[in-house]
């Protein structure tokens, strides 16, 4: 998933619980989601992200969650690991930071034979919306399944 609605945030709620539909209905275990074309959340969105999208995301099957979003983006940075230092505790599944999607796939599917078409197909949809960087992928956050050492 990507963020490709530039800097309109009216539709923010909705394409989150979108989001989520979509998780729902296809049994998804593993997301990526491009944050960097977003502009910074409100306050008001960030509450809903708290009370609302978080409590319902963790009763999904997800395993892995993947969010782009460049150091540069300093203030959703901060937000999103808000949201989510306030679940940690009922976090099930592992998350990572990086700061490109490319690197993001590749590292999700683990350099996987169909990381190329999976690249092309990630390109041409999403990638007029996602931001260019030369950045290095951001250090792991300690967020992750409860108990987990690696």
């Not at 409100?42 to 969650?65: C, E, G, N, R, T």
Request: charged share 15%; proline share 7%.
């Amino acid at each position: 998933m990507a963020w490709v609605a530039g800097r309109n945030m009216r539709f923010f709620q909705q394409a989150f619980t979108q989001l989520r539909a979509v998780i729902t209905q296809l049994g998804v275990g593993r997301v990526v989601l491009e944050l960097n074309a977003m502009p910074d959340i409100p306050v008001y969105d960030q509450i809903w992200l708290s009370k609302v999208f978080m409590p319902a995301l963790l009763k999904l099957p997800l395993q892995q969650v993947v969010v782009v979003l460049s150091a540069r983006r300093v203030y959703n940075q901060q937000v999103v690991e808000g949201v989510l230092a306030a679940s940690a505790m009922s976090i099930l599944f592992d998350v990572q930071f990086f700061a490109q999607p490319e690197a993001a796939l590749a590292w999700l599917t683990d350099d996987s034979p169909r990381l190329p078409a999976l690249l092309r197909e990630w390109a041409g949809h999403c990638g007029a919306a996602a931001s260019v960087t030369d950045e290095v992928a951001e250090p792991r956050p300690p967020y992750g399944r409860p108990g987990r050492t690696d």
